[in-house]
């Protein structure tokens, strides 16, 4: 289980790196929503070795709710540059 966690740690940095990158606002909107969508995978398998519900809870609200927020932001941009 820890190999795991750390390929998903692993695999987290490959959009933070896409981030830190000097591109348009588009590329580092979906890299940032990537990252929200593997933090939030983490977190739950991370509460399902421990058997946390609320962990788990907490998962699926930064899943759902996460990205939505992600996507209203990048449509407020997308309307300021018109």
């Known amino acids: ?7 998903m740690v692993l695999a987290l940095l490959i959009p933070i790196a896409v981030a830190c990158r000097p591109t ?3 590329h580092r909107l ?3 929503s990537s990252v929200a969508s593997k933090v939030a995978l983490i977190i739950l398998v991370v509460s399902a070795v421990r058997g946390d519900r609320m962990l ?3 998962g699926v609200i930064v899943l759902c ?4 927020g992600l ?3 990048a449509n ?3 309307g ?3």
């Open 80 to 82: 300021t540059e018109r």
């Open 24 to 26: 348009d606002v588009w």
């Open 56 to 58: 788990g809870l907490a």
């Open 76 to 78: 407020l941009l997308r």
């Open 30 to 32: 979906a890299a940032f």
């Open 1 to 7: 289980m820890t190999l795991l966690l750390w390929g």
């Open 65 to 68: 709710a996460g990205n939505a």
């Open 71 to 73: 996507l209203l932001l």
